[in-house]
């Protein structure tokens, strides 16, 4: 168990390009989140996945935001046409079962820049 | 909706003092579950400790504990014994019925202080 892996750790880009970031949760974990985290604020939910499939998304996830977890293992996030607003700490969580206590474990974040 | 609110933005602490850093939350939900983490300026978010909804018996974690008064929505975090490393963000999460999403506070900013 090598905790949630996020890569790459930081991104900087121009404004308008696309950005691609990815997740590989804990092996055995069926649940997986992505959040964005502003300075001074806490995480927001932007989008669950139990499995493969995408079950929830948070209304902040504008047309320009797609996730996917293809097979239900890793997990990608894509900004397309990326804007100064996009720059944020983009945080991947994981977690296993149904229970109400199991927490999610987060992976170190990808820092997003858009110069 | 779900809310959680923490009111205090920063905290200090003396190097071996007990510290209690508050939150309260809001839903409708009978079901739910209260967790706090710890963001060091690495940034990692380190899971501390849980509670839930039907729990009767505060939770503890070593040097961390849960003051769970559910009839005032609260679910204070309590560090005992502060060390140097306890210097963080401390963030208040809540995870509802359908546990979908977890709803995260804006953070208390803790300096432990020698």
């Known amino acids: 168990d090598t905790g949630v892996s996020q890569n790459p750790r930081h991104k900087i880009t121009k404004r308008g390009q696309n950005v691609t970031f990815r997740c590989d949760p804990i092996s055995e974990h069926n649940r997986l989140y992505w959040y964005r985290q502003t300075l001074g604020q806490g995480p927001e939910f932007l989008t669950y996945?139990?499995?493969?499939?995408?079950?929830?998304k948070s209304r902040l996830l504008s047309d320009r935001f797609s996730a996917e977890r293809p097979k239900g293992s890793f997990s990608t996030l894509e900004i397309q046409r990326t804007e100064q607003g996009d720059s944020a700490m983009y945080l991947c969580?994981?977690?296993?079962?149904?229970?109400?206590?199991?927490?999610?474990?987060f992976g170190d974040g990808t820092r997003l820049s858009i110069l | 909706a779900q809310k959680i609110t923490q009111t205090q933005p920063g905290m200090f602490v003396q190097e071996k003092e007990a510290v209690t850093l508050d939150c309260t939350y809001d839903t409708s939900d009978q079901s739910y579950g209260l967790f706090w983490y710890k963001q060091p300026s690495s940034g990692e978010m380190i899971f501390l400790i849980y509670?839930?909804?039907?729990?009767?018996q505060n939770a503890t974690e070593g040097r961390y504990s849960l003051n769970f008064q559910k009839a005032r929505k609260s679910a204070n975090l309590v560090i005992s014994a502060s060390q140097l490393g306890d210097s963080a963000m401390y963030f208040c999460a809540m995870r509802g019925n359908t546990g979908n999403q977890f709803y995260f506070g804006t953070g208390t900013s803790l300096t432990v202080i020698p």
């Open positions: 509670q839930g909804s039907y729990d009767e």
């Open positions: 969580a994981s977690s296993f079962g149904r229970a109400s206590n199991q927490p999610q474990h």
């Open positions: 996945f139990q499995n493969e499939a995408q079950l929830e």
